[in-house]
């Protein structure tokens, strides 16, 4: 079975603070993604990474980085922590496979509330 | 670009009653399209999904969808609810060239009353 693996299930930071997130999956996806779920607002894209070294930016981006060094790990990083960032954090991987794309799997999620 | 519509965010019915969760898509070239679950403070997991071949595909704990291409839908059923159904259901849809991104609705809730 796949496996994709967050660090943490909760996190208490406080605002101005340097966060990271960590994410692994365990079946050599070339695809990983960091998403953000509110209420009301479902999954909303924060970036993409294809491949290592490689990012995309998704639909809300401002406020986080990433880094991918290895394919296996993907980091979300939350350079100066703000109240608005308080959510459920969705890491997910998946593999396209000659024409055909995957479905997604995700981890557990990380809560994360900065205070 | 291509976006999804759940056209409910709440579905209560009493255990043992059908129920369908609606999803209305719209894009301008092919997509895949995904049915997932969410239980309480976990990810998300696949229930179905429709790639190509039969519009009608069945998927775990006895979800089936239907894809109808001309009315954009892929609206999710069961026959009968149990109450480990109550969860979030997410509907999601990937461009066949988007190299995996998918675009997901807001969820509807569904709660399954005795």
């Known amino acids: 079975d796949v496996k994709v693996t967050q660090s943490s299930r909760y996190l208490v930071k406080r605002t101005g603070e340097k966060v990271f997130l960590e994410c692994v999956q365990d079946?050599?996806?070339?695809?990983m993604f960091w998403y953000r779920q509110d209420p009301g607002l479902g999954l909303r894209l924060i970036y993409f990474?294809?491949?290592?070294?490689?990012?995309e930016k998704g639909d809300i981006p401002e406020g986080y980085s990433v880094s991918r060094e290895k394919k296996e790990r993907f980091s979300l990083i939350l350079e100066s922590a703000s109240t608005n960032q308080t959510s459920m954090y969705l890491c997910?991987?998946?593999?396209?496979?000659?024409?055909?794309?995957?479905?997604?799997?995700f981890g557990q999620g990380t809560r994360l509330t900065v205070v | 670009a291509q976006s999804v519509t759940q056209l409910d965010s709440q579905v209560p019915v009493f255990e043992e009653a059908p129920v369908e969760l609606r999803c209305n898509y719209s894009?301008?070239?092919?997509?895949?399209l995904f049915w997932y679950v969410q239980y309480p403070n976990q990810g998300l997991q696949l229930l179905l999904k429709?790639?190509?071949?039969?519009?009608l595909v069945k998927g775990i704990n006895g979800f089936e969808a239907e894809f109808n291409k001309s009315q954009t839908s892929f609206h999710l059923r069961k026959p009968s609810v149990h109450i480990s159904d109550t969860a979030e259901y997410f509907c999601?849809?990937?461009?066949?060239?988007?190299?995996?991104?998918?675009?997901f609705g807001d969820g509807t809730t569904l709660t399954v009353k005795p």
């Open positions: 429709y790639l190509s071949g039969s519009t």
């Open positions: 079946m050599d996806h070339e695809n």
């Open positions: 999601a849809v990937t461009l066949f060239t988007n190299a995996g991104k998918s675009t």
């Open positions: 990474s294809y491949d290592v070294k490689m990012k």
């Open positions: 997910a991987s998946s593999s396209p496979r000659g024409w055909r794309n995957t479905e997604a799997f």
């Open positions: 894009s301008s070239v092919s997509v895949y």
